[in-house]
T-cell receptor, first 115, second 114 residues
Framework: EAEVAQSPRYKITEKSQAVAFWCDPI?????LYWYRQILGQGPELLVQ????????DSQLPKDRFSAERLKGVDSTLKIQPAELGDSAMYLC?????????????FGPGTRLTVL | AQSVTQPDIHITVSEGASLELRCNYS??????LFWYVQSPGQGLQLLLK??????LVQGIKGFEAEFKRSQSSFNLRKPSVHWSDAAEYFC????????????FGTGTSLTVIP
């Protein structure tokens, strides 16, 4: 069964350092999402791609976060510099196309701890 | 604005007992509704979804949910809970006017007592 892959699964870093997370969506899925999930809360959308284009990044803290999906396949989310408040689970999801009735398939997530 | 409320932060049930997890949404148009389950340290897995038609939808692992437009609710139910159902459950609404953006509730943590 096809799955969304993410790496690393866990990342511990010190504040002010740079971190990067990688996501490989299900093959053929045009839409890719990055979510942040703070402990005890539901996921919140950071950025949404349709192929290689950003559809929505209104909730992405652009002073420190960046995301790219250069060839419209896999994607990288970067934080520089990391802050204590960035400690969270970062989830990647993909769907076949941009439509509200398309199921989003989630990866296992990257747990980030900033010390 | 779209929003989802899950009133119960934590629920404890005995194994074999029935379960109902509540979800209320706020959305001006036709909602697309989802229930996801998340085991500790894992991603989210889709349990079931509602788009239109029959308001009682069946999902995986014996779960079902009922859409009630008059109450703006989409409650999740299971007639007999198993110990393996212990997890975090999230209700989500898909906004048809914003390109498949999902809005998640804060989740309900389920503990199952043997």
């Amino acid at each position: 069964e096809a799955e969304v892959a993410q790496s690393p699964r866990y990342k511990i870093t010190e504040k002010s350092q740079a971190v990067a997370f990688w996501c490989d969506p299900i093959s053929g899925h045009a839409t890719l999402y990055w979510y942040r999930q703070i402990l005890g809360q539901g996921p919140e959308l950071l950025v949404q791609f349709q192929d290689e284009s950003v559809v929505d990044d209104s909730q992405l803290p652009k002073d420190r976060f960046s995301a790219e999906r250069l060839k419209g396949v896999d994607s990288t989310l970067k934080i520089q510099p990391a802050e204590l408040g960035d400690s969270a689970m970062y989830l990647c999801a993909s769907s076949q196309r941009v439509s509200s009735y398309n199921e989003q398939f989630f990866g296992p997530g990257t747990r980030l701890t900033v010390l | 604005a779209q929003s989802v409320t899950q009133p119960d932060i934590h629920i404890t049930v005995s194994e074999g007992a029935s379960l109902e997890l509540r979800c209320n949404y706020s959305y001006g148009a036709t909602p697309y509704l989802f229930w996801y389950v998340q085991s500790p340290g894992q991603g989210l897995q889709l349990l079931l979804k509602y788009f239109s038609g029959d308001t009682l939808v069946q999902g995986i692992k014996g779960f079902e949910a009922e859409f009630k437009r008059s109450q703006s609710s989409f409650n999740l139910r299971k007639p007999s809970v198993h110990w393996s159902d212990a997890a975090e459950y999230f209700c989500a609404v898909g906004a048809s006017n914003t390109g498949n953006q999902f809005y998640f509730g804060t989740g309900t943590s389920l503990t199952v007592i043997p």
